[in-house]
């Protein structure tokens, strides 16, 4: 089973609208970690969460992580098409040098 | 400011053919360094990380190998391509941490 749950799988929604993206585990998280990808490019690092209940905001976008340290959300306002791709959330989860890494969430924003 | 760079952007290579994916870091010593590759609905897979020069770790049993032969180059190799190595290679880094920082990454399509 995937150690790291990542929903939804895929969101569509209109310019201007709010949305949240999930990210779940099954394991106590040591670290948790946003990023936005386009299609056939690299990696673009949005923000890292290590504190549990610990808050993070940049420009339009927050991320959260729980109190449990095991759910992380992601939280766009005001979307925009500049906002469109794949995110996805990346775990430390005590393993040593590696992050674990959810299926992404696929972003389309329509004008 | 670090950088990193991955080459080639796209490869098409036959079956049975070598390969050989370099990575290079700039502006960091000692480095963390990883391979990984996303596939289409699977997310991102760890392959190797290295922790030193010469110091591989493999994720996984696979056609590839990695090498580290200086500190901040960490080379992605394989004697003889499969149809099913092709993907979306990624190389990244990290420094004191577990959180990577991504390259623009390779498309490798065997064919």
């Known amino acids: 089973s995937q150690e790291l749950e990542q929903s939804p799988q895929s969101l569509i929604v209109q310019e201007g609208k709010n949305l949240t993206i999930n990210c779940t585990s099954s394991k106590t998280l040591y670290g948790l970690y946003w990023y936005k990808q386009k299609y056939g490019e690299g990696l673009i690092f949005l923000m890292m969460?290590?504190?549990?209940?610990e808050e993070k905001s940049h420009e339009k976008i927050t991320a959260k992580l729980d109190e449990k340290k095991q759910q992380s959300s992601l939280h766009i306002t005001a979307s925009q098409p500049s906002h469109a791709g794949i995110y996805l959330c990346g775990a430390d989860m005590g393993s040593n040098y590696k992050l674990t890494f959810g299926k992404g969430t696929l972003l389309t924003v329509n004008p | 400011s670090q950088t990193i760079h991955q080459w080639p952007a796209t490869l098409v290579q036959p079956v049975g053919s070598p390969l050989s994916l370099e990575c290079t870091v700039e502006?960091?010593?000692?480095?963390?360094l990883y391979w990984y590759r996303q596939a289409a609905g699977r997310g991102l897979q760890l392959l190797f990380y290295?922790?030193?020069?010469?110091?591989i770790s493999s994720e996984v049993p696979q056609n590839l190998s990695a090498s580290r032969p200086q500190d901040r180059q960490f080379i992605l190799s394989s004697k003889k391509l499969l149809l099913s190595d092709s993907g979306f290679y990624l190389c990244?880094?990290?420094?004191?941490?577990?959180?990577?920082?991504f390259g623009q990454g390779t498309r490798l399509t065997v064919v």
């Open positions: 502006g960091t010593s000692n480095p963390n």
């Open positions: 969460l290590q504190k549990g209940g």
């Open positions: 990244a880094w990290s420094v004191g941490g577990v959180g990577a920082f």
């Open positions: 290295s922790v030193g020069i010469g110091q």
